[in-house]
């Protein structure tokens, strides 16, 4: 029986026409009865607090009867299920991180869920290895759900036309197209690693043609679109209505500038490849997610591992409600946010900011927040990338505007140098795009050593 994966590289190498006929099937029927059953459940009233303790007994449970690594770990602890009665009861189980999942993934693995309902997942980043989870079927499907819900509440839903500019396989391109139909997800998928001075008229020209009212898109994709757009004095011949952020960081300042720009709602939220997190981003404070307490279980811990329910910024730990192919418990995301008002917002969520660093003189580790220039001396370009393939030396990658000159580089050196010349020679190098990752993607910090 074809799992997730195998029924999604069947759909990709499809010929278009069996796309649409697929396509044609009403999207709740094609999307199954898992779909309809969260989409539903998102529907109902319920006392959040029983629904979070129940998740949490039943994973607990689940885990320790069905893997290797959590029994072993309960036996150590001697505690069962019935030693859980509250929520804070979860503070008696250890942490997890990506170096545990590494360690003992098989045994993280519920040893008698059925291979063919589950798929995997991988993620990974400018700096570290890639890291793999197996999931259930039905955990694809309840994120569908939570995702579209949050799209219902900005005005969209899946019978209307969306541009989407992520990740995909754009190699068979030809004659200044750099576009695609998906009919599964009725979109023109724009390819993300095309867009520069000489491509940008042909995508405003598509765009303009077709008339979509929504954008789904990397952050860096939509800043380049607008950069370029801007450059050229090119614009849209209609108003787009609401614009959805997907997969990488974004500052206050980058989501008040795509919100000017297209005078519509801008809405993101924050999501992972490990599925135990869902928190929706309130477009009014541009600083506060709204956590989605039916998804998973939230906490966020200092330093010392202390949980803390103050404004300090800590680490984001979550636990999975029902993954039956790998559960996981109290694992840190490696993203980090401070609460709001404790239990029910966060603040902005600053993903791994402090933990990408260039590498300096005498093992310096400078970040990239300590980098961070809260100036305008980039006003002129419109991307750029540090990249680093020896230590304490660095390249800055600049894709510029049409109002670039010389002055400009001598400015960004001269910054700088004054940040971290003690430790890091900086060089600019003018590019036509940036490195963009296999999927699309743009990391502010690229390292080959």
Request: glycine residues 4%; charged residues 25%; contains cysteine.
């Amino acid at each position: 029986m074809l799992n997730l994966n195998s029924l999604k590289k069947l759909y990709t190498n499809s010929p278009l026409w069996l796309k649409r006929l697929y396509a044609s099937i009403p999207y709740d029927i094609r999307s199954g009865g898992e779909y309809r059953k969260w989409k539903n459940f998102l529907e109902e009233e319920i006392n959040i607090e029983e629904y979070q303790l129940l998740k949490l007994k039943e994973t607990i449970h689940y885990a320790s009867e069905n893997t290797v690594y959590y029994k072993k770990v309960f036996d150590e602890l001697r505690c069962n299920v019935n030693d859980f009665n509250s929520l804070k009861d979860i503070q008696k189980l250890p942490f997890i991180d990506k170096d545990i999942v590494r360690e003992n993934y098989d045994d993280m693995i519920a040893k008698n869920y059925p291979k063919n309902k589950t798929f995997y997942v991988t993620t990974g980043g400018s700096s570290g290895e890639p890291m793999k989870f197996l999931q259930s079927k039905n955990v694809w499907a309840k994120e569908l759900a939570f995702v579209n819900q949050y799209f219902l509440s900005c005005g969209y839903n899946p019978s209307k036309l969306k541009a989407s500019f992520r990740g995909g396989e754009f190699s068979d391109l030809k004659n200044e197209t750099y576009w695609k139909y998906n009919p599964i997800h009725n979109e023109i998928h724009f390819s993300p690693f095309h867009i520069n001075k000489t491509t940008i008229v042909y995508y405003v020209n598509q765009l303009n043609k077709l008339k979509p009212l929504f954008l789904h898109s990397y952050p860096s994709t939509i800043l380049a679109l607008i950069e370029n757009m801007k450059d050229l004095d090119l614009s849209l011949s209609y108003s787009i209505k609401a614009i959805f952020l997907i997969s990488e960081n974004i500052s206050k300042d980058e989501l008040e500038k795509i919100e000017n720009y297209f005078n519509c709602k801008v809405s993101t939220f924050y999501g992972h490849s490990e599925r135990l997190i869902f928190a929706s981003l309130d477009a009014i404070t541009y600083d506060s997610y709204k956590i989605n307490k039916k998804y998973g279980f939230c906490e966020i811990i200092d330093s010392d591992n202390t949980i803390t329910k103050t404004d300090y910024i800590g680490e984001l730990v979550g636990t999975s409600f029902d993954n039956y192919a790998m559960p996981l418990i109290r694992y840190k995301t490696n993203d980090f946010t401070s609460y709001n008002d404790f239990d029910t917002t966060l603040k902005s969520i600053e993903g791994r900011w402090d933990k990408e660093y260039i590498e300096g003189k005498d093992g310096l580790k400078l970040t990239l927040t300590a980098l961070n220039m809260h100036s305008d001396i980039f006003k002129n370009v419109i991307h750029f990338q540090f990249f680093q393939n020896e230590v304490s030396k660095v390249t800055i990658l600049i894709v510029p505007k049409s109002t670039y000159t010389k002055n400009d580089e001598v400015i960004i050196l001269k910054a700088m140098k004054e940040k971290a010349g003690h430790a890091v020679q900086f060089t600019i190098n003018i590019v036509e795009s940036p490195i963009l990752t296999n999927r699309g993607k743009m990391n502010k910090l690229v390292k080959e050593l």
